[in-house]
């Protein structure tokens, strides 16, 4: 059984950072990307940036310049490092993974989401 298992979520001030981490535990073999989306009520979830097993990232457009993606592949952790933060950063934040499991194939896994708000 895999489990994605995210935190560092919470309240801040508009300009301020956050760091979300999502450590994958469970039988796994290997994983492949990896990724962040965000959700508010009303709307599609959207990609904010993933990342390769091999380090290549791509961001959406809205945080290019302001948020960061990294791994650890030693740790089976992603990380979101947010800067500059703003209003409409606010939303429910979701960590992907692409995981195959030991003696099994590939699949497609969600964490549990954790909330950003951004607020004064």
């Known amino acids: 059984q895999v489990q994605l298992v995210e935190s560092g979520g919470g309240l801040v001030e508009p300009g301020g950072s956050l760091r979300l981490s999502c450590a994958a535990s469970?039988?796994?073999?290997?994983?492949?990307?990896m990724g962040w989306y965000r959700q508010v009520p009303g709307k599609e979830r959207e990609l904010v940036a993933r990342?390769?097993?091999?380090?290549?990232?791509n961001y959406a457009d809205s945080v290019k310049g302001r948020f960061t993606i990294s791994r650890d592949n030693a740790k089976n952790t992603v990380y979101l490092q947010m800067n500059s933060l703003k209003p409409e950063d606010t939303a429910v934040y979701y960590c992907?993974?692409?995981?195959?499991?030991?003696?099994?194939?590939?699949?497609?896994?969600w964490g549990q989401g954790t909330q950003v708000t951004v607020s004064s």
């Open positions: 992907n993974a692409i995981i195959i499991e030991k003696f099994s194939t590939e699949r497609e896994y």
């Open positions: 469970g039988s796994i073999f290997s994983i492949d990307d």
């Open positions: 990342i390769t097993s091999g380090g290549s990232t």
